[in-house]
């Protein structure tokens, strides 16, 4: 299952601050956190599907490039973020 535009929209309204801002930092990482979290669910249950394996770790490292330029831009915003997402750094 894909994020649906539905989805895409929420997540942008919130994190992007609206639902047009698709090209902000902070919406674009949630995106893919969310799609992060949804092959890594797939993947307990199917643990020798070696291209979503793959399709997880390019995530992971664009997700890290953004954060890395986030980080770099605006440490209070990633800061926020990362607890708002609820990732490990």
Do not use: C
């Not at 894909?2 to 601050?17: L, Q």
């Not at 639902?19 to 969310?34: C, D, K, R, Y």
């Not at 199917?46 to 330029?69: A, Q």
Request: net charge positive.
């Amino acid at each position: 299952m894909r994020v649906t535009s539905e989805v895409k929209r929420n997540i942008f309204k919130t994190y992007g601050g609206s639902e047009t801002n698709t090209g902000s930092v902070a919406g674009q990482i949630a995106l893919f956190t969310e799609r992060i979290n949804h092959i890594a669910q797939h993947l307990e249950k199917n643990r020798k599907d070696h291209s979503n394996t793959r399709s997880l770790l390019k995530l992971v490292g664009k997700r890290r490039r953004l954060l890395n330029y986030l980080m770099k831009k605006d440490l209070n915003a990633y800061r926020q973020l990362i607890e708002k997402l609820n990732i490990r750094k």
